[in-house]
């Protein structure tokens, strides 16, 4: 069984920094591609970021391109802005190819439980 958790959400004001961490639980040595999700009330989850099984490759929401780093247990966000708000989810695929990145939900195997993020003067 795999078990993700995440951690490093709070309050922040705009312009701040904040990294979030995704801790993977599993009784094997399999590795996967990842993903970071968020959603707010009332929308969908929204895809933000996701990094390739083999860490060779990124890929980013243009919302967040250039603002956010992926790392295989990471998030990197810079420069928050108030439309970043919202419940941040790590995700991970199984049975993932070496370099491949996927940006649905419903690619992804595993969930964690989120971490709130709120951006506000």
């Known amino acids: 069984q795999v078990q993700l958790s995440e951690s490093g959400g709070g309050v922040v004001q705009p312009g701040d920094s904040l990294r979030l961490s995704c801790e993977v639980s599993?009784?094997?040595?399999?590795?996967?591609?990842m993903g970071w999700f968020r959603q707010t009330a009332g929308k969908e989850r929204e895809f933000v970021a996701a990094?390739?099984r083999v860490d060779t490759y990124s890929f980013y929401a243009n919302s967040v391109k250039g603002r956010f780093t992926i790392g295989t247990k990471f998030l990197r966000m810079n420069n928050l802005r108030p439309e970043d708000t919202g419940i941040y989810y790590c995700?991970?695929?199984?049975?993932?190819?070496?370099?491949?990145?996927?940006?649905?939900?419903?690619?992804?195997?595993?969930w964690g439980q989120g971490t709130q993020v709120t951006v506000s003067p």
């Open positions: 599993s009784r094997t040595d399999e590795t996967y591609a």
């Open positions: 990094i390739s």
């Open positions: 995700a991970a695929k199984e049975f993932a190819s070496e370099d491949g990145l996927y940006r649905s939900p419903s690619d992804y195997t595993y």
